[in-house]
């Protein structure tokens, strides 16, 4: 499975932004995926996670209620939708899809498969 994540830019705090995650190699129905972000400085963590039947989210508290992770099988995309962008938002988002049956695992070693990462921006 590849991944192409796209969707990032520069926006003003308060301002959205939705982020795409691309599949191609094989269809990704059925995976797990996951949006992680890394800020400079900082180690990769966890942003927001939905099973592989797509019943299922996770979100890291600090994005809750303004995040949303969403899947379309049919186009074997994933989807980020972030309002309410805060200056704390800012950072290399990345794509994630793992195979395995298990939840939504919130370490970066359970996923196999990751995208190159989109850059988003929140000034204040």
């Known amino acids: 499975v590849q991944l192409q994540a796209s969707g990032g830019g520069l926006v003003q705090a308060g301002g959205s932004l939705r982020l795409s995650c691309a599949a191609s190699?094989?269809?990704?129905?059925?995976?797990?995926m996951a949006w992680f972000r890394q800020a400079p400085g900082k180690e990769r963590e966890f942003v927001a996670g939905?099973?592989?039947?797509?019943?299922?989210?996770s979100y890291i508290d600090s994005v809750k209620g303004r995040f949303t992770v969403s899947r379309d099988d049919a186009a074997n995309t994933v989807y980020l939708q972030m309002s309410s962008l805060k200056p704390e938002d800012t950072a290399v988002y990345y794509c994630?899809?793992?195979?395995?049956?298990?939840?939504?695992?919130?370490?970066?070693?359970?996923?196999?498969?990751w995208g190159q990462g989109t850059q988003v921006t929140v000034s204040s």
């Open positions: 939905i099973s592989g039947s797509g019943l299922l989210t």
């Open positions: 190699g094989r269809t990704f129905s059925g995976f797990c």
């Open positions: 994630a899809a793992r195979s395995t049956y298990g939840g939504i695992p919130r370490e970066t070693a359970q996923y196999a498969y």
